[in-house]
């Protein structure tokens, strides 16, 4: 089955742009998610891409998608503390997207 | 007024007992989903229901059972509780989707369960 891999910390100083990475191992995903997970909330679809596009910006989001590396990022510009939360890859398992896949989830944390 | 809602928010019971969590949605999808969350795991599908009659195991069913009373209701049952399912517990909807179409799901927020 699919597997989605994150790292579970990150921590950028107010300002500075912030780099989410995840892997996947699934090559027929079409569409692929980030999720955002605020404290004590459930998680919100923060964007998303379309696997024919490399690219997709989103006033300060930046998705970038490598399908050959099965590779995709998240890039918040200009991190602000609002932005501290848990932040979720997550993939289609097979050709249907019925059924998603989250990966472990990367806690940003932002620093002064 | 919440799309998905859950009930209770926080729970403590004891192992052996059972539990019931409740999720109701107003979003009129046909598409219910159960998840635990767990520190470093991520998400974990429990059970999946694609209609009221349609109920399927996610990856990590053992120990779990669900009822789908209504295409709004959704319950996840724990017949006896065990420390190891302490955990973050959320429901999700979803609308009927073809193959590759969009699909983004609909959190509820969650009932955080302890297990003693």
């Known amino acids: 089955g699919e597997d989605v891999e994150q790292s579970l910390f990150l921590s950028v100083r107010e300002g500075d742009s912030s780099v989410i990475n995840c892997t996947y191992t699934?090559?027929?995903?079409?569409?692929l998610y980030w999720y955002k997970q605020e404290p004590g909330a459930g998680l919100q679809l923060l964007t998303y891409?379309?696997?024919?596009?490399d690219m997709k910006q989103d006033q300060r989001l930046t998705v970038l998608l490598n399908k050959k590396d099965k590779h995709l990022s998240l890039r918040i510009a200009d991190t602000q503390t609002g932005d501290s939360a848990i932040y979720f890859c997550?993939?289609?398992?097979?050709?249907?997207?019925?059924?998603?896949?989250f990966g472990s989830g990367t806690r940003l944390s932002i620093r002064p | 007024d919440a799309d998905v809602t859950q009930t209770p928010r926080n729970r403590i019971t004891k192992t052996g007992k059972r539990i019931m969590l409740e999720c109701s949605q107003t979003?009129?999808?046909?598409?219910m989903y159960w998840y635990r969350q767990d520190p470093g795991l991520g998400l974990r599908l429990i059970y999946y229901?694609?209609?009221?009659?349609?109920?399927n195991k996610g990856e990590i069913s053992d120990g779990y059972s669900v009822s789908r009373q209504a295409q709004a209701k959704f319950s996840l049952s724990l017949e006896s509780a065990i420390p190891n399912q302490t955990a973050l517990y959320f429901c999700?909807?979803?609308?009927?989707?073809?193959?590759?179409?969009?699909?983004?799901?609909?959190f509820g927020p969650g009932t955080r369960l302890t297990v003693l």
């Open positions: 999700a909807t979803s609308d009927k989707t073809g193959t590759g179409t969009y699909n983004e799901q609909f």
């Open positions: 699934d090559s027929s995903s079409t569409y």
């Open positions: 891409i379309f696997s024919n596009m």
């Open positions: 997550a993939v289609p398992e097979g050709s249907s997207a019925s059924k998603i896949i």
């Open positions: 979003k009129g999808h046909d598409r």
């Open positions: 229901s694609f209609d009221v009659k349609d109920i």
